[in-house]
């Protein structure tokens, strides 16, 4: 009778893989968030040496702390039914403190570290506390329980670092997100209670993959945020609207190169895996570096819109030519997770540019993002010549695949 009580939290195992109009809804704040965190990066165009490393170390940290919000929420949704009252408040008070965050971000390492702080703890502790309170009896009521308990142990390193001398808060800060990562990655583990991994999970698989797939396209669309606007507010002239034609194309590419045949199968790869929570949980990592990939090439964008044909700076490197590198990296790593094996047009393409950086450093802006638009058209190409003719793939992901004692693991 007891595991009955809140049960009707939990999603059916028919329920539908879509998101619902309330997570796409929730997904707005994001739009306001990454918006953010690109431009403290586009901050760093003309920072060098040790600041650089700082400067992009820091606002790392905060994006961090706004994909664990965001991730966490995403799980929440694909493990209980967001048609449910409860669930549906706990999404709308975490996009309100995910707004928070959003709007304190330029400055929550300075003046606005309290709020971005205790809108992040408000997350981190209540949702997990109301979830389980309105699980009431049943079982899984222990998970969302870790969290709480885990949050709390490290709430005081967020708090102090907040409250306390300015000298202390990053390294507290980076202390406090190292121990709510390393709880999600360990299965928030209790004495007596054992751990809860999140690949041992029963969720919605295809809806986890949806919502994977909902912020990449989130993240595409603040690139695309970011070349309408510079564009728009710069003085026009024949090599800006070059840049411009160039910083869409390169966009553009990003979809395409996602979204062929990996991208679009990730769904079908989570409804044949016979364990997708651990298919998701390897997958929200590499979306992470996907998602971060696209960040740092969206301000690439904007120095490149800016200063077309500039003095060129090595610091710009890092975003035109770095930012493409890393999504390649971790779209490479998509191709395993669904196909088990590795994309060779992917990985002519991260040669290409591993080679041509050294040469790039030298060139100016616009050269060096219009090599980077013609190694990733290549790379699109290479993969549409390789399948030409063939129907897709059937995903063969080697990950998740169920054994006969993961099925009776808590989930």
Known sequence: MAAGRGAELLRPPMSSGRATFLELFFDLAFVVALTRVSQRFAGLGDDTGWALVTGFGRTLLLFLALWLIWSHTAWITSRYEPEQPVIQAVVIGTMFAGLIMAVTLPRALEERAVPFAVAYLMVMVLRPLVVAVALRGHPRRLVPFRLVVWA????????????????????????????????????????????????????????????????FLIALGESILVIGVVFSGADYSGNRAAAFAVTFATSALLWRIYFYRAGLLLSEAFGRAGMPGRLGATSERT????????????????????????????????????????????????????????????????????????????????VGLSVVACVLALVA?????????????VPASPIGRETSGDRDSEA
């Open 152 to 215: 709390v142990a490290s709430a005081p390193l967020w708090l102090v670092g907040a409250l306390g001398p300015d000298h202390l808060r990053l390294p507290l800060w980076v202390v406090a997100l190292a121990v709510d990562y390393l709880a999600w990655v360990l299965g928030w583990p209790l004495p007596w209670l054992g751990v809860s991994k999140i690949g041992r999970w029963r969720i919605a698989g295809t809806h986890l993959a949806d919502r994977y797939q909902q912020m």
């Open 287 to 366: 979306h992470l570096f996907i998602v971060l990939g696209v960040l740092v090439t969206s301000v690439g964008y904007e120095l490149v819109i800016d200063h077309p044909f500039g003095q060129p700076r090595p610091t710009w490197l890092l975003f035109v030519v770095g930012g493409p590198m890393l999504f390649l990296v971790a779209r490479l790593r998509l191709e395993y997770e669904v196909f088990g094996q590795v994309s060779r047009p992917q990985v002519i393409g991260l040669g290409a540019l591993l080679v041509s950086a050294p040469v790039l450093a030298h060139r100016a802006p616009m």
């Open 381 to 393: 190409l290479l993969g549409a010549l390789r399948w030409r003719g063939q129907s897709l793939e």
